[in-house]
């Protein structure tokens, strides 16, 4: 690229001395043709070694760095490129993990809330059946009680009588007298 310009240049310098002659008469040395071969050779010396220094010195580490830079960005693209790649599989596999473990834990729950409905309506149907054994257990012994209480009554009835006929009047009075009244007074109340 640097050549070019160089060329153009000199060729366009070239191109122009017939301008440049025609500005001769006007005093300017720059443009006088005893000193053109030396500026000549001067502008040739001093383009010559920038274009040296330019184009084997400055523009070759340029390149150089741009090359580096390039590969490395490339390099870092395709790095990037992988990584999300691979953060998306493990997003997704993270996704599916959480999901399973949500269908896990909701079949877990499912299958306590089961088993604990279950030991709860086998714990409710044990204890009803012992409420219902000791509920036949007390509706006997109060059938039991009923059977005997008449009898029972009647006997502290007697006795309950007897003393305090005893303590009233002061004297035994005959068992099978106060039996037939508490009998008969029993009776009666049967009846009603």
Excluded at 73 to 97: C, P, R, T, W
């Amino acid at each position: 690229m640097l050549k070019k310009i160089l060329f153009r240049t000199l060729a366009v310098y070239f191109l122009s001395i017939n301008f440049i002659q025609a500005a001769e008469s006007g005093g300017m040395p720059q443009l006088d043709p005893e000193f053109w071969f030396s500026q000549i050779f001067w502008l040739i010396i001093t383009f010559g070694i920038l274009y040296l220094v330019l184009s084997k010195l400055i523009l070759p580490k340029i390149s150089e760095n741009l090359e580096t830079r390039k590969s490395q960005v490339l390099d870092n693209l395709e790095l990037a490129e992988k990584q999300k790649n691979e953060s998306e599989a493990k997003l997704k596999e993270f996704d599916n993990i959480i999901l399973k473990s949500k269908i896990d834990a909701k079949n877990l729950f499912n299958e306590a809330r089961k088993k604990l409905l279950d030991d709860i309506n086998k714990k409710k149907q044990e204890l009803e059946e012992e409420i219902d054994k000791e509920v036949k257990i007390v509706e006997a012994e109060i059938e039991e009680l009923k059977k005997k209480s008449p009898e029972k009554i009647n006997k502290i009835a007697i006795e309950t009588s007897t003393d305090l006929i005893n303590q009233l009047i002061g004297t035994n009075v005959n068992n099978s007298s106060i039996t037939a009244i508490v009998t008969d007074i029993a009776n009666k109340n049967k009846t009603l």
